[in-house]
């Protein structure tokens, strides 16, 4: 089954950057994506970069040209690297693996890591 742990969270002050590394196993690589989300305290969980199989990444306007995201299928590993940060990025970051389910793409979570913006 497939296992996803993200680390290299932590404090930094506005302007910082910090770069977050997700780390797969028991994935077998299909036609579905990946996708970084992040929920703060309070708030849904949301998207921030999907990946595509074909390597298209999407980002979500409040982080482009801040934030990005690549992949290493042949070490196992997404990583998303983010600059500039700002206090309204405070929020606790996950990586999800599409398993087709069906017709369907199902995502399988990690257990996230957590980023503190402050002023």
């Known amino acids: 089954q497939v296992h996803l742990v993200e680390s290299g969270g932590g404090s930094v002050q506005a302007g910082g950057s910090l770069k977050l590394t997700c780390s797969v196993s028991?994935?077998?690589?299909?036609?579905?994506?990946m996708e970084w989300f992040r929920q703060a305290p309070g708030k849904e969980r949301v998207s921030v970069a999907f990946?595509?199989?074909?390597?298209?990444?999407t980002y979500d306007d409040s982080v482009k040209g801040r934030f990005i995201a690549s992949q290493d299928k042949t070490k196992n590993t997404l990583v998303l690297d983010m600059k500039n940060l700002k206090i309204e990025d405070t929020a606790r970051y996950y990586c999800?693996?599409?398993?087709?389910?069906?017709?369907?793409?199902?995502?399988?979570w990690g257990q996230g890591t957590q980023v503190t913006v402050s002023s």
């Open positions: 999800a693996a599409g398993v087709p389910k069906g017709r369907v793409c199902e995502n399988h």
């Open positions: 028991g994935y077998r690589y299909n036609g579905c994506g």
């Open positions: 990946i595509e199989n074909s390597g298209v990444i």
